[in-house]
């Protein structure tokens, strides 16, 4: 079981900045292919950025040029730089964590942290 906990979430002015911190547990964190995802109420959840074990980034097109994912293996954590917010990036974002085990692949969620960007 890999447990999630993200932090660095709040309330930001648009134009401003925030980085987003998920620190998973668990010895093979090296392993695991990472992601942000982001969700608002009444639609579904969101891809926002992508990392995986041997550090190829996936970004949605619309934070490009704007967001950046990174890991620390070191440190169990995944990073998610947020500049240039916009309003439309409020939302609540989550950690994800999958794990390949043979065949099988298990994803593992974290709590969520709320972002909110003011106009």
């Known amino acids: 079981q890999v447990q999630l906990v993200e932090s660095g979430g709040g309330l930001v002015q648009a134009g401003g900045s925030l980085r987003l911190s998920c620190v998973a547990s668990?010895?093979?964190?090296?392993?695991?292919?990472m992601g942000w995802f982001r969700q608002v109420p009444g639609k579904e959840r969101e891809l926002v950025s992508s990392?995986?074990?041997?550090?190829?980034?996936n970004y949605a097109d619309s934070v490009k040029g704007r967001f950046t994912i990174s890991r620390d293996n070191a440190k169990n954590t995944v990073y998610l730089q947020m500049n240039s917010l916009k309003r439309e990036d409020t939302a609540v974002y989550y950690c994800?964590?999958?794990?390949?085990?043979?065949?099988?692949?298990?994803?593992?969620w974290g709590q969520g942290t709320q972002v909110t960007v003011s106009s």
């Open positions: 990392i995986t074990s041997g550090g190829v980034t």
């Open positions: 994800k964590a999958a794990e390949l085990r043979g065949i099988y692949r298990y994803d593992y």
């Open positions: 668990g010895r093979t964190f090296s392993q695991y292919a």
